[in-house]
């Protein structure tokens, strides 16, 4: 398992170590995050590295399902491989009623689960295109860089 960042060296420097996380934990817990979307279908998971436009968090995790259920369950599955993995619970969870998207904060990462209409929508890629980017590869089971700053 590896995260791949860009030349640039994204995620130095940043406040998470002030916040008590370190960027390596980051790096994990997005790893983890992405991982654990992947394992229940999760669609074009990409992490965006916002730390250097955003100041609030390190990453935005983004991901979608084709349905309010599927949408549901991937956002419980990251929050449970979070937990397994000894990263804790969500700090704040928005948008399970109707699961059109669902906003977990984690405090370093923020998770995006959309329902894939609602992503084409607000199209945070295209928002935060400034952003380092990964995408998961599920064949190598790791972030692979997709876009740079």
Same mark, same amino acid.
């Given at each position: ?7 640039? =060296? ?8 002030? +916040?008590?996380?370190? %960027? ?6 997005? %790893?983890?995050a992405a991982r654990a979307a992947s394992s ?12 250097? +436009?955003?100041? +609030? ?7 979608? =399902? ?8 991937? =956002? ?13 619970g969500p700090l704040c969870v928005e948008g %399970? ?31 935060? =295109? ?20």
């Amino acid at each position: 398992m590896t995260f791949t960042p860009d030349p640039r =060296g994204a995620w130095e420097d940043t406040d998470a170590a002030a +916040l008590g996380f370190s %960027t390596e934990r980051t790096r994990e817990r997005c %790893t983890v995050a992405a991982r654990a979307a992947s394992s229940k279908s999760g669609r074009d998971t990409v992490v965006l590295a916002v730390d250097r +436009l955003l100041g +609030l968090t390190d990453a935005f995790l983004i991901t979608s =399902g084709a349905n309010p259920r599927q949408v549901r369950t991937i =956002g419980e599955e990251i929050e449970r491989q979070l937990k397994l993995a000894g990263y804790g619970g969500p700090l704040c969870v928005e948008g %399970t009623d109707d699961a059109r998207w669902v906003l977990m904060d984690f405090g370093d990462i923020v998770a995006h689960v959309f329902l894939e209409e609602a992503r084409e929508f607000y199209d945070l890629e295209q928002l935060w =295109g400034d952003a380092p980017a990964w995408s998961w590869d599920d064949e190598a089971d790791e972030l692979v860089a997709s876009r740079k700053a």
